[in-house]
């Protein structure tokens, strides 16, 4: 790989906000970082914190998690139930190390494409200052190798 | 986790097409190197790239490679699901598989249109078609769940959209609940003296269909009543509607009136009347009104408030007032809801420098159309303040609070016609008077409207091509005395204009309901971020929602003018009369569901379904989704600890798939024993 | 060791505690008939052994090797893959070897800050040289070496493959007889084995269907720690802020800890379909907090959800307290999680 770092960014969409939000952003020819990689759920509801640690394991550097506002849910109030996992998961994930910006939580309504576009600019700008995670090389080092070396104390 | 113990994914055989869409995708991504590069993943069996997928002829390849190549999956990589997901699954299911063994990959808005890298948006587009890939070969199919459809239909709000649509369903046999907050219906239209271009009047082309609704045996009419609550999903919504004490026992009432009239205490009608005419404690609007029954305004009853008076007890020859009367809470079922709850006008004091409640000779946009209403304080005449003078010369003011980035960014559409008509109107009532309408650009896109234009070209009105910076009564010279200043720089001239004139109007734009955001959260649906209400399609589908079983029409979606506003209420109508007349409609079989033998009863999913889909069965202490209620949206299958609630397509493994696919660049080589195994 | 044609069987710790083995031993007098059963070929916690006894053994020699321990340093993997080869069936038995349990809490943080804790920073500890344990030492003897310490503990499944898992911290005893009576009728009587990689002497499902508490909706509005609260006796624990991790773990125990009061630790691991144990947990009962409405400002509602889950102490070593060898993320990126 070269030393120009591109951070990949998985993005958990809500069909009927975040997901539009991302469609009008492409039909209003918005650019924007190309870093996204948009997996559409039906609500931010519905992201398993284990989705996320997966996308973190497999070699994301970030999660962006994005749904409706609150109040605006299109099932009432799931995005609520995504702001609590949301919560609790930044806990946790701090005493992972792993920092605040690669997981960030998104209100975008279906209206909102500059919202999401530019949300999407800020949090590559975010990784490409904390540079890459790719947790199976850097972290867990490849099996049976790294962690046989012997750090230094 | 029945969902991952399924047959061995590579057994499917997938399709992969890459649409050009033109060179809407093309343009920007190697939509040949994508297929090329996705024939190599091991499920693929054939990956093609097309000019445009969603063609008859693309979609052929699909159905052809389904039948020949014996396909069991098919991908798709062009635009937006919410686009063209539905014309694909009918492909795929032309071909011969279950729609649902079909997934699309969204490289258009998502890919081409967001980015000029080509590089970039063809990786991208790989990523995107390799996580439709990996995710697809663990589709199950799934069958519609078909529910039934209740023939009634709510209806929400009573001006000319709610009325039209009203009608146009109880016409054609169906039932409907006609529920409008005020005391009779009517709305927007009922306040407005001529409609433009034709300058009909516009009580007499709406006070027919008032009556109407009154008399058809299939409209439930719900006046000065409010919906308080929505339960349910298409075809089957519970609807709770507060019916408010207006101390009039309907049954008992003749509507003749007398009660208004010796009514003693008088209060300004901010509503109808905009706050220039006086209407009694009790009241009905105006005369046509329907159901003619008078509300006993209580805030301002010399009896509530006093505790004396009684004077329309009294007077009342059927025994109809009742101040015992109470609220009343109505609940009924219908199958689709419409809404037509229209829209608030400007309010122009927010423009302080145009004196709008300042200077006692700006008047509003409504306040005119009353004042020059036949039927209005004046009986039509044009007058000051002082309500005798007539101005010898009007300043109608275009765009107040639209096309003002302080206030609404977009046009309100109808100001520009409305203000012609007032143009018209003076000229018609005030013949010598001078009439200067100040716009920043004409905007008459309509039948007649460019000729209504013309004929007040013709009529002598003075056009000024500028925004009024100022309305004022500081003279500075003695031209200017006594006399409401109008500021604008004249752009076609190109000199700064001080128009002395002696009333102004302010021809304020038209802004969602203040409540608007309250009623979207009601009816589970969206706004856009002007408050009006988002529809489903902005040309396709322009009085559907995002939720199904709920329409819109009128200028609760957006500005519009009165054809606009009727074509969307009939529009709205007939889909709700589409719906009725099938019968039952086939929903989306995205739905969780339980595997109750693998349920532990930990209860932890019990509440948190909005719709009250999950209940717990006590004696086999598990937990149950009722199919019908579940709208799919994934929380509880998401919270389950245990993992036995499945989302139906959209299951962790299906998720897990697309995200481990779309990170195929990025994972790390060497995965761990327990991975490889 | 004789030829007496009887199976053989090994135990062997790798990281671990000497739990597992006294949980062995605590199947009681069936422990005789364990010993007719079964040569025992390899068990350094009751016998003496040496691993030169274990490697001169042909390949495949111990029908049965029952490990427990997670893999910490280069000595643990080294008889893993020892006792791999030497060993038919090799049961990751116990929480360390099936997914890494307190051992591998310190994945938590780092090697360095292990280190500190234990040799620098520890307040029985007096090391003014700030002396450490080296890999290797030159004596004047010649080459003294120590296991390589790892930074990431890993369960046995991690190092080699592995036949079957017994879960708990420790196994509870009635379910090691129950897999032990299965592997002696395989052997003596013909009898099927369960299929390769089964987890055995466990529920398959969450252990709330053992438990005996009264379970009512959820909604929590905040978190208790143990000492802050008297629990009600018969509902239960999780409704009432004490959390139990019963909700995201695998039944087999008899719900042991709940039923005297104790929330769930989660020894026993994630039930059938959940890959990552503390993540589910932390999903589900972050789901229930009942605290903030969709009608509220954000920031309110931000606000408010964020003081409801800072009653939780210790989300990370709360929710992962056994598997953290086996989540996904298998260990924090750096030391923070060490403070």
């Given amino acids: 790989m070269s030393d120009h770092f591109e951070p990949v960014i998985v993005g958990f969409l809500c069909n009927w906000c975040s997901y539009r939000a991302a469609d009008l952003a492409g039909t209003a020819r918005i650019k924007y970082a190309p870093n996204l990689r948009p997996i559409r759920v039906m609500c931010s509801g519905r992201v398993d914190p284990q989705f996320v640690l997966q996308a973190l394991r497999s070699g994301a550097d970030g999660v962006l998690i994005a749904g409706c506002h609150p109040g605006e849910c299109h099932y009432v109030n799931g995005n609520i139930k995504a702001l609590r996992r949301f919560t609790l998961l930044r806990k946790t994930l701090e005493q992972w190390g ?4 690669r997981v960030q939580l998104l209100w975008a309504s279906a209206s909102e494409g500059t919202v999401l576009a530019a949300a999407v600019n800020r949090m590559t700008e975010d990784l490409r200052a904390l540079g890459p995670l790719r947790w199976g090389e850097k972290v867990l080092g490849d099996n049976g190798a790294a962690h046989l070396v012997v750090e230094e104390v | 986790m029945t969902d991952q113990k399924k047959s061995p994914a590579e057994q499917e055989k997938v399709g992969v ?118 995710r697809v070969v663990h589709h199950a199919p799934l069958e519609k769940i078909p529910v039934d459809i209740n023939p009634n239909t709510l209806i929400v709000g ?164 009742d101040y015992e009367q109470e609220d009343k809470v109505i609940t009924f079922d219908v199958g689709n809801i419409i809404l037509a709850t229209g829209y608030d006008l400007f309010d122009a004091r927010q423009i302080p420098q145009y004196g709008y409640g300042r200077l006692a000779n700006v008047f509003s946009s409504l306040e005119f159309e009353r004042m020059v209403n036949a039927s209005g304080p004046t009986a039509g005449h044009i007058v000051l303040r002082d309500g005798v003078t007539e101005p010898e010369s009007i300043a109608i003011v275009h765009c107040v609070g639209s096309r003002d980035q302080n206030h609404n960014e977009y046009c309100s559409k109808v100001c520009c016609m409305y203000s012609l008509k007032f143009a018209h109107l003076v000229h018609e009532h005030l013949p010598d008077a001078e009439v200067y309408n100040f716009y920043i650009d004409m905007r008459t896109p309509g039948k007649g409207y460019e000729e209504f234009y013309h004929r007040l070209l013709n009529e002598g009105t003075h056009f000024i091509r500028g925004r009024v910076a100022e309305i004022t009564d500081a003279d500075r010279h003695p031209g200017e005395e006594g006399k409401l200043i109008v500021q604008a720089e004249n752009t076609l001239l190109g000199i700064q204009q001080r128009t002395p004139v002696d009333m102004v109007i302010l021809s304020a734009g038209i802004e969602a309901r203040h409540d608007a955001e309250d009623v979207s959260k009601l009816f589970k649906m969206g706004c856009d971020h002007d408050g009006f209400f988002n529809e489903r399609h902005p040309k396709l589908a322009p009085v559907s929602t995002m939720t199904d079983g709920v329409f819109i029409a009128g200028a609760c979606q957006g500005p519009k003018d009165i054809p606009d506003t009727v074509a969307q209420g009939g529009a709205a109508a ?72 499945d989302g139906a397509h959209f299951t962790y493994t299906q998720v897990m798939a697309e995200l481990k696919g779309v990170l195929w660049d990025v994972q790390s080589d060497v995965l761990t024993k327990q991975e490889v195994a | 060791m004789t030829e007496n044609g009887k199976p053989k069987l090994a135990m062997y710790w790798a990281s671990s505690c000497g739990g597992c083995e006294i949980s062995v031993l605590n199947i009681h007098e069936n422990i005789l008939t364990v010993d007719e059963v079964f040569d025992i070929a390899f068990f350094p916690c009751i016998a003496d052994f040496k691993i030169k006894d274990v490697e001169a053994y042909p390949d495949g020699y111990i029908d049965i090797c029952l490990f427990n321990g997670a893999i910490r340093n280069s000595e643990n993997e080294e008889m893993a893959q020892l006792l791999r080869q030497k060993s038919k069936v090799l049961v990751a038995f116990g929480s360390c070897a099936y997914e890494g349990c307190i ?93 390769a990689g089964s987890i055995i002497g466990a529920g398959t499902m969450a252990l709330c269907d053992e438990c005996t508490r009264e379970k009512k909706e ?37 719900a042991l800890c709940p039923s005297v009061g104790i929330g769930c630790r989660g020894c026993y691991g994630p039930p059938d379909g959940v890959e990552d144990q503390g993540a589910k947990m932390l999903s589900a009962i972050a789901s229930v907090l009942d605290v903030g409405h969709e009608s509220m400002d954000e920031d309110v509602l931000e606000e408010l959800i964020q003081e409801a889950v800072d009653t939780i102490a210790d989300p990370a070593g709360t929710f992962y307290r056994f598997s953290m060898a086996h989540s996904i993320l298998k260990r924090v990126k750096n030391g923070k999680g060490a403070a």
């Fill in chain 2, 158 to 321: 009573g001006g000319i959209a709610g009325i039209t649509a009203a009608l146009e369903l109880a016409e054609g046999g169906h039932h409907v609940y006609l529920v409008e907050r005020e005391g009779t219906i009517g709305g927007r239209m009922a306040q407005i003296d001529k409609t433009f271009p034709t300058l009909d009047c516009s009580a007499c082309i709406l006070t027919p269909k008032m009556v109407d609704v009154g008399q058809n045996d299939n409209i439930t009419l719900l006046t000065y009543s409010e919906v308080e609550s929505v339960e349910g999903y298409i075809g089957n919504f519970n609807i709770t509607v507060r019916k408010k004490a207006r101390c009039v026992t309907e049954e008992l009432c003749t509507s003749c009136g007398i009660c208004e009239e010796k009514c003693p205490q008088k209060v300004i009608d901010e509503n109808y009347g905009a706050g220039i005419s006086y209407r009694k404690a009790i009241y009905r609007s105006f005369p046509q009104a329907v159901p003619g029954y008078p509300v006993l305004d209580k805030e301002n009853c010399t009896y509530f408030q006093t505790g004396k008076c009684k004077v329309c007890e009294q007077v009342c020859p059927t025994e109809a007032i």
């Fill in chain 2, 17 to 134: 097409y890459i649409c050009h869409c033109g060179s809407n995708i093309a343009g920007t991504i190697n939509v040949e190197e994508v297929a090329q590069w996705a024939e190599k993943n091991p499920n693929v069996v054939v990956a093609r790239n097309y000019e445009f997928m969603c063609s008859s002829t693309g979609q052929e390849l699909i159905e052809n490679d389904i039948k020949e190549k014996g396909l069991t999956r098919i991908v798709v990589a062009s635009c937006s699901p919410h686009m063209h997901e539905k014309t694909f699954r009918e492909a795929t299911e032309r071909g011969g598989l279950n729609p649902f063994l079909f997934e699309m990959a969204n490289i258009r808005e998502h890919g081409s249109w967001a980015t000029n890298d080509k590089e970039a948006a063809t990786s991208k587009a790989k990523a995107l078609v390799n996580g439709a890939v990996e």
């Fill in chain 3, 218 to 254: 959820k909604t929590i509005k905040r978190f208790f720690r143990p000492y802050e609260i008297q629990p009600n006796p018969d509902q239960c624990l999780l409704e009432q802020g004490i959390i139990c991790m019963g909700i995201a773990t695998r039944s087999g125990c008899g």
């Fill in chain 2, 574 to 645: 007939s889909q709700v009369a589409k719906l009725i007349s099938q019968g039952t409609v086939l929903m989306e079989p995205v739905r969780a569901s339980i595997r109750e033998e693998e349920c532990s009863g930990c209860r932890i999913c019990n509440t948190l379904c909005p719709y009250n889909a999950i209940e717990f069965d006590e004696e086999k202490f598990v937990s149950r989704v009722i199919t019908a209620l579940c709208q799919g949206c994934g929380t509880c299958v998401a919270a389950c600890p245990s993992g036995v609630i």
């Fill in chain 3, 103 to 195: 051992p591998a809490l310190s994945n938590l943080t780092t090697k360095k800050a292990t280190f500190e804790k234990v040799y620098f920073n520890n307040p029985t500890i007096d090391n003014p040289d700030r002396i450490l344990p080296q890999h290797s030492t030159e004596v004047a003897e010649g080459e003294l070496t120590l296991p390589h310490f790892y930074h990431t503990v890993k369960s046995l499944d991690q190092v080699v493959e592995v036949d079957y898992f017994i879960p708990g911290c420790p196994p509870e005893p009635p379910q090691i007889w129950a897999v032990l009576q299965v592997v002696i009728g395989a052997l003596t009587a013909g009898q099927p084995l369960p299929p």
């Fill in chain 1, 98 to 101: 792993i920092e605040q910006e």
